[in-house]
């Protein structure tokens, strides 16, 4: 079975700190993917990358970088954390470039105080 | 991907019945994905229908897919308290993009 992995279950940070949010996924696929989804509004797309060192603004990038150095893992960076950030995240992962099946992390659940 | 339009946005039906969500979208595609989303089991893919089909199956499940009036279907017969969760449609136009959920159906099913 595929297997995607976020670093953490829960988490709490402060407001102005630098979070990082890691996902590992271990079936060689090409493109990764980070959301966040909160109450309402369904799942937003924040960016996604289709190959080592590429990356691609989703929906909502503001606020938000990546970093994806080596094809198992994709890095989602909060730069300076705000209480706006507070949010479900969800990474992913597909295969090829053509849309394939996405394979989803369990969350990480990330309260900014 | 595109943003796919799921209906209704809410649904409560009985144990044993059958449950159908639509959805729709609005350019052409290459093809069109369900998940769902439960609290147990996080978010996981159901199905995948090419544009160039019409229908396939998967065990209790039915989706349908109609490229004329852009839009889709998915059932699910003989439903059970474990269908309670909420499904969401992706359609992909086949390049590469990140895949855009829409709001999704909430489905719950009541004992």
């Known amino acids: 079975d595929v297997k995607v992995t976020q670093s953490s279950r829960y988490l709490v940070k402060r407001t102005g700190e630098k979070v990082f949010l890691e996902c590992v996924q271990d079936?060689?696929?090409?493109?990764m993917f980070w959301y966040r989804q909160d109450p309402g509004l369904g799942l937003r797309l924040i960016y996604f990358s289709y190959d080592v060192k590429m990356k691609e603004k989703g929906d909502i990038p503001e606020g938000y970088s990546v970093s994806r150095e080596k094809k198992e893992r994709f890095s989602l960076i909060l730069e300076s954390a705000s209480t706006n950030q507070t949010s479900m995240y969800l990474c992913?992962?597909?295969?090829?470039?053509?849309?394939?099946?996405?394979?989803f992390g369990q969350g990480t659940r990330l309260t900014v105080v | 991907s595109q943003q796919g339009e799921e209906d209704p946005q809410a649904l409560s039906i009985q144990e044993g019945e059958n449950a159908t969500m639509n959805c729709s979208y609005k350019t052409s595609i290459n093809n069109l994905q369900w998940y769902r989303q439960n609290s147990g089991r996080g978010l996981v893919h159901l199905i995948l229908?090419?544009?160039?089909?019409r229908e396939k199956h998967s065990g209790r499940l039915r989706v349908t897919l109609d490229t004329s009036k852009k839009s889709s279907s998915l059932l699910i017969t003989a439903s059970r308290a474990a269908d309670t969760a909420s499904y969401f449609c992706?359609?992909?136009?086949?390049?590469?993009?990140?895949?855009?959920f829409g709001k999704g159906t909430h489905l719950i099913i009541q004992p």
């Open positions: 992913a992962s597909s295969l090829t470039q053509v849309n394939t099946e996405a394979f």
């Open positions: 079936m060689d696929h090409e493109n």
């Open positions: 992706v359609s992909s136009g086949g390049g590469a993009d990140g895949l855009t």
């Open positions: 229908i090419r544009s160039n089909e």
